[in-house]
């Protein structure tokens, strides 16, 4: 807890240095109808000791394995539980990682620097592209910066996006293209198998910068990229694959090798803890012809006149680095941190254990959503493939089962209808290579009495 004193002659040095009487006066830009006039609804002031004692009650009630209290969770949709390796807490808490900033200073930044130039090839490795970033904040702000990266590539001023991607990742797009001159084109998914067809993208014209897929898709389903690549680039578009599950990428094909130009997604998976909600990593790929246009920075190897392998910033286009109208992002976080954990995780790993992950992931779904397609009232609401997400149409609406299964303390999956209103009685269920057959069994158990 952070103490920085601040005495009554201090403040009015410092109002007298900006030419101000008072602390109101810095206010004077916002509309009066705008400020605040009443005192904030505050309860008295605590002390430390109190303040320490309140929050650590109030961390008590969080149902967590920390807390004793364990809630089976079948809850993805963007954020994944998956086995972490004890070695990754033990690596990243050494003193030259967990305190490394932004290595400009390559001399004696060498460490950091290899740690993200083998993060960016390991990307590179799994998605089948060229390039990849430093990593970016997370699935969702590499998303809108793939859109803004496709209209500097091809100087047009529109984007196609599935209706089947991450409805928030379609929030933050919005935000992003909001006043920058980019206007949103949604693409229909098939309403039988979930997914994504060659047919949804025949009515675009040539005006359009880039169709933005996710596989798996939000719903789960894989999407059959090739197809959907070859339609895109009929029109002269940039293809675009979101990967908001990442462990994915060790048993499916790389979107790279059908036919993507930008791949972009979610490392969280990758051994980064769940954290309620975040902070995560975003990791962004594309094909060697587009690295200028790439947002962030990337790190590469190069040698000194004496021959010597280094490691080196080799591109920032940063508003740091050079002149904002020249740059293609203001991302100025460094995510090395987050980005050394997935490193350490995949090399950890190795292709073996990542594709023993995903193998895990796709059996052990496939089991549960086949015997809760055997219960009376329930059955799966799309045909497609699909890998550790899967829709489920119930006998009643989804709010009220998953009341229920919060008594027996069971996560039972996400209320569709958040995001699509006409879907009242749809589940979004997951199950990771950490989902035991007890809770299965558990879920289908409650599952059966609804």
């Known amino acids: 807890m952070r103490y920085i004193p601040n005495s009554a002659p201090e403040r009015e040095s ?192 040539e005006d359009i910068a880039a169709v933005i897929v996710q596989s798996p898709n939000f719903f789960g389903g894989v999407e059959e990229l090739q197809k959907l690549a070859d339609a895109t680039h009929k029109i002269g578009a940039l293809f675009v694959v979101v990967v908001a599950e990442a462990i994915s990428l060790g048993l499916l094909q790389a979107p790279g090798k059908a036919g993507a130009d930008i791949v972009c997604g979610e490392a969280q998976s990758f051994g980064i803890p769940i954290s309620f909600g975040g902070s995560y990593c975003g990791f962004f790929a594309c094909r060697e012809k587009y690295q200028r246009q790439i947002p962030g920075r990337l790190v590469g190897l190069a040698q000194d006149e004496k021959g010597r392998g280094g490691y080196v910033l080799t591109l920032a286009t940063r508003e740091q680095h050079i002149r904002r109208e020249k740059a293609t992002s203001n991302i100025c976080t460094n995510q090395g941190l987050y980005a050394l954990m997935a490193t350490i995780y995949l090399s950890t790993m190795g292709r073996r254990g990542m594709r023993e992950v995903a193998e895990q992931n796709l059996q052990k779904t496939h089991f549960t959503a086949s015997r809760i397609s055997r219960l009376k009232g329930f059955s799966l609401k799309f045909t497609g493939q699909f890998f550790n997400e899967f829709v489920v149409t119930c006998p009643k609406p989804a709010e009220g089962i998953l009341t229920a299964l919060r008594q027996k303390k069971i996560i039972g999956g996400l209320d569709l209808s958040r995001f699509f209103p006409g879907m009242k009685n749809e589940l979004l269920i997951c199950v990771t290579e950490t989902t035991t057959r007890e809770e299965i069994d558990a879920l289908i158990d409650e599952l059966g009495q609804m």
């Not at 410092?14 to 509309?31: H, N, Q, T, W, Y």
């Not at 209706?163 to 919005?174: A, F, G």
């Open 14 to 205: 410092m109002l007298r240095e900006m030419g101000l009487e008072s602390v109101a006066d810095l206010f004077k830009g916002i509309p009066e109808h705008l400020q605040l006039k009443r005192p904030l609804n505050l309860p008295p002031a605590l002390s430390e000791t109190e303040t320490l004692s309140y929050f650590r009650n109030l961390a008590e009630d969080n149902t967590t394995h920390i807390t004793g209290v364990r809630m089976s969770s079948f809850l993805g949709a963007g954020a994944y539980d998956h086995f972490i390796p004890t070695i990754i807490d033990t690596l990243i808490s050494r003193s030259e990682f967990y305190t490394s900033y932004t290595p400009y200073q390559p001399e004696i930044s060498q460490g950091t620097l290899q740690a993200i130039f083998e993060y960016q090839t390991m990307i590179c490795e799994l998605t089948g592209m060229d390039v990849s970033n430093a990593s970016l904040y997370d699935g969702s702000t590499a998303t809108a910066e793939a859109v803004l990266m496709a209209e500097r590539v091809t100087g047009r001023t529109k984007v196609a996006i599935a209706n089947n991607l991450h409805p928030e990742y379609h929030q933050v797009v919005d935000t992003y293209i909001r006043n920058a001159g980019i206007t949103k084109v949604d693409l229909p998914y098939d309403e039988k198998t979930g997914a994504m067809t060659p047919e949804s993208l025949a009515g675009l014209g």
